[in-house]
């Protein structure tokens, strides 16, 4: 059943977004390229509202033949649709960034008043920190809205985005599939057949792009997908299974404060940015990138019963590592002492 549901999507979307390009134009779904882009003539952008909209129009339809999922779990499917509803407004008019977090908190709660939010934070060296629902539910805000946005923001190359959402994802098909999971089969193989299509016409040279629509849902769901995990695995291997968006946004953060700027301001710092810089070379740099997401997952894979004190060490080297090794003042500090 899942593997018609995967075909099935993936042939729609590949019509749907076939005729979004040619559409995009006189709807107005068009990016014009400035300063921060990576590319230099317009191109249709909104491509979201063709692989999430199949996707939940195909998961709803196939949940009808299985209502009693559908019943479980209908506030999820709700959330997606809200913050996929932010974004398709944000394609099409512009919303502010505060706006928008307002969707993606009203989706948020929506899990948590149903009690899907991240409920402890592992074992340490035999010790369980289980989190008060006072703190549960700020933490779990904080995580899925910081990881959606996390996510939007590797959407800087062509095929980047989608093609780290699909390691991610197929991570959690598996975990979903060994642990006999319906929600995270249904959530993952759907959207991974979706986005499969999707990066048919985003690979480089991209033909459209996904658009808020399509990178802040992606982010939400696979928020929601690693929150579920947690049930199964422990949080630290959560954290490696999804590393890349979060350790950029970390490294970021930590360059903007230490150069005394605003640490939400926007500049051309993230991996994708220094890397192309450094190669000049989209694919390439999308598929080292990707390569890294790969490994990453598989050591949460790994360690997906281990002690998360060990796992925790060995992130924050890992952080460190990629902090000094994604650090473009080293070679302004050679210029000046020369």
């Given at each position: 059943m899942i593997f018609v549901l995967m075909l099935v999507t993936f042939v729609a979307t590949i019509l749907c977004i076939a005729v979004f390009i040619k559409s995009a134009p006189r709807l107005g779904f068009i990016d014009a390229p400035n300063e921060r882009s990576m590319h230099t003539s317009p191109i249709p952008r909104g491509a979201g509202i063709c692989f999430v909209g199949v996707s939940l129009v195909i998961s709803l339809v196939a949940l009808l033949w299985n209502i009693n999922h559908l019943q479980q779990y209908y506030y999820v499917y709700a959330a997606v649709a809200i913050v996929f509803a932010a974004g398709l407004l944000d394609d099409r008019k512009g919303l502010s960034p505060k706006l928008k977090f307002l969707f993606i908190i009203l989706a948020i709660m929506l899990l948590c008043v149903n009690d899907l939010y991240i409920k402890t934070l592992g074992n340490y060296m035999g010790f369980k920190i289980d989190l008060p629902l006072y703190i549960a539910v700020p933490f779990t805000i904080f995580a899925m809205a910081g990881f959606t946005n996390a996510l939007n923001l590797t959407d800087g190359l062509d095929g980047l985005a989608g093609m780290i959402s699909m390691v991610m994802m197929g991570a959690f098909l598996w975990i979903g599939y060994?642990?006999?999971?319906?929600?995270?089969?249904?959530?993952?193989?759907?959207?991974?057949?979706?986005?499969?299509?999707?990066?048919?016409?985003?690979?480089?040279?991209?033909?459209?792009?996904?658009?808020?629509?399509?990178?802040?849902?992606?982010?939400?769901?696979?928020?929601?997908?690693?929150?579920?995990?947690?049930?199964?695995?422990?949080?630290?291997?959560?954290?490696?299974?999804?590393?890349?968006?979060?350790?950029?946004?970390?490294?970021?953060?930590?360059?903007?404060?230490?150069?005394?700027?605003?640490?939400?301001?926007?500049?051309?710092?993230?991996?994708?940015?220094?890397?192309?810089?450094?190669?000049?070379?989209?694919?390439?740099?999308?598929?080292?990138?990707?390569?890294?997401?790969?490994?990453?997952?598989?050591?949460?894979?790994?360690?997906?019963?281990?002690?998360?004190?060990?796992?925790?060490?060995?992130?924050?080297?890992?952080?460190?590592i990629f902090l000094n090794l994604f650090d473009q003042r080293i070679k302004r500090r050679k210029k000046v002492k020369r």
């Open positions: 060994v642990n006999h999971d319906e929600l995270m089969i249904m959530l993952s193989s759907v959207f991974m057949a979706a986005v499969a299509a999707f990066l048919i016409f985003n690979w480089h040279p991209a033909k459209v792009f996904m658009g808020d629509s399509g990178s802040l849902t992606l982010g939400f769901v696979i928020s929601i997908l690693a929150v579920r995990a947690m049930e199964f695995i422990e949080p630290t291997a959560v954290l490696f299974i999804v590393v890349l968006p979060v350790l950029d946004t970390f490294i970021v953060m930590t360059r903007r404060i230490q150069r005394g700027l605003s640490p939400f301001s926007a500049d051309k710092t993230h991996m994708h940015h220094i890397l192309y810089n450094r190669y000049e070379d989209v694919p390439y740099t999308t598929i080292l990138l990707v390569y890294i997401q790969i490994a990453f997952t598989i050591i949460g894979v790994q360690l997906r019963h281990s002690d998360n004190f060990l796992s925790l060490i060995l992130f924050g080297i890992l952080f460190f």
